[in-house]
């Protein structure tokens, strides 16, 4: 049994009297590739909201290399190793893509370093670096305006990477796009995973989670109903019932 | 990035040596008097344009620091009659703590709820001064200017040289922040804060940091007023002229670095002496609004923004005939 890296516990998040999580127990071991599908609604990306701290549980822990993450602020947690994309990209848009790597390396991975000292072209050759492993090598200086929907999740990805997580949250990084679209997209995510990335993937394309996951994690109404292998998952009768329309 | 550096403190030190010739020479207090009023503005445009242009947080409530600026000197200047560098120091340390505790509670509010919230609190900081008898309250107070210091020869000539010196203070600490760490997290702010604040980003931290800047630069700009007027009183010294132009300025000038508010300072203030003196002081108004309707639809990224779309096709048309010869050689 590898290591625990993420433990969510009893979590609990109302938004009003509408109870979007309900005592949601979650666990993810280092290096693990996690699958969490749900129906519209089921409360998917509010538990990655609760886990990147952008939202604040009412109950419950997360739980994070042994740290309770509760109270603090999501670049804290970024700094801590968690690092997600948004399911709508959200590029810096006035920044080319290299400047918009160059906020998370400056931040969090050179924290205090490049300040002063740190000469600029470290940041600037790291960030290449990243861009030109996303499959963006060509697109690196040009307006993020000008990149197609693809090439923006891809940088989304790349920018969550620049912060060098432990833990990457995709949130439906394939939604809308093509097939071919999707397998680049998807492979970039093996290969993250293979160099010993946790990755959490949320994602509606059903056969994406099959290729990807070792394991599912099924929410239906701010529940954890189903959890078990790609495989399993897709025969358990609470999940066909609740999201896979049968 | 040297040589920027190195060419900024040459044009600070040609500033420096006009002004120095300005106040040998010329003898009509009334150019100094105006000019105070031009540097006056390059301070709070500039102010703005840290919290407004670099992190997008649009304050409509400059008045308020501006004049509480104003009122914190003379409060030093009544009460211990302290000279007025002092006074600035302190009513700059006043305003700075005040868009901390302004900041703590307003910059939750994201987007038009943040610039409502400016407005009421200038407001309510109005009503407080109208209504405190120590400061003149509504009827406002008259002060008699002490003799200048050793080397001016009047108190406006003094009063302008601070000034100045303020500018340049203000415009160095903007130029400072643009390219520093802090800069380049309030563009992420700017751009996305979500994002921002997902990257590690401490979005909070650096807001605050924007605001006490940005507010202790707007009271420096307002500390010398009882004394530059010899008189203060609250609904001149709190008018929203101050906040209007404090966001004209650098919308019209470019907000996307330092040199944007001290082009619109320096043009629209010029602009607004010339018509005082011309035409009429309430044509000044018109001519703020007309410029800014006119900048916002013809050029929403201010006469900086026009000069970079003006010099863009220069490029292309080497790169078309790089293109030519390279297709020729083919």
Known sequence: MTEMLLKVEGLVKRFGGFTALDDVNLTVRQGERLGLIGPNGSGKTTLINCISGALKNDGGTVVFKGENLNGLAPHQRTRRGIARSFQIPRPFHSMTPIENLAVPLEYVTHRGRGRSGQPKADIRGEAEAILRDMGLGDKMTIACSQLSQVELRKLELARAMAAKPSLLISDEAMAGLSNTECDEVLEILFRLGSSGITIIMIEHIMH??????????????GKLIAEGMPTEIVKNPNVQKAYLGA | MH???KHFLIGCAIVLALAFALMATVTNEYVFFATYVVLQFVVLATAWNILGGYAGYVNFGSSAFFALGGYAALVIFKWLALPLGVQIVVAACFTGLLGLGIGLISLR?????????????AIIFETVITNWDFVGGAKGLQVLRPEPMVPFTSYTKMLFFVMLLMALGAVAIARYIENSWIGR??????????????VGVPTLKLKLIATVISGALMGAAGAPLPMYLSFIEPVSAFSMNYSVSALAMPIIGGTSSWLGPVIGAVLLGTVQQVVTVTISSELNVLIVGVLLVFFVVVAPEGILGLVRKLRAPKVQPTGQTRGQTSAQTK
């Open chain 2, 109 to 121: 509010l994201r987007g038009i709820f943040f610039s409502i919230a400016t407005v009421a609190i």
């Open chain 1, 208 to 221: 994406a989670i099959m290729r990807f996951s070792e394991r599912v994690v099924c929410l239906d109404a």
């Open chain 2, 185 to 198: 997290g309030l563009r992420a702010i700017r751009d996305n804060e979500e994002a921002a604040e997902c």
């Open chain 2, 3 to 5: 040589q920027g550096h």
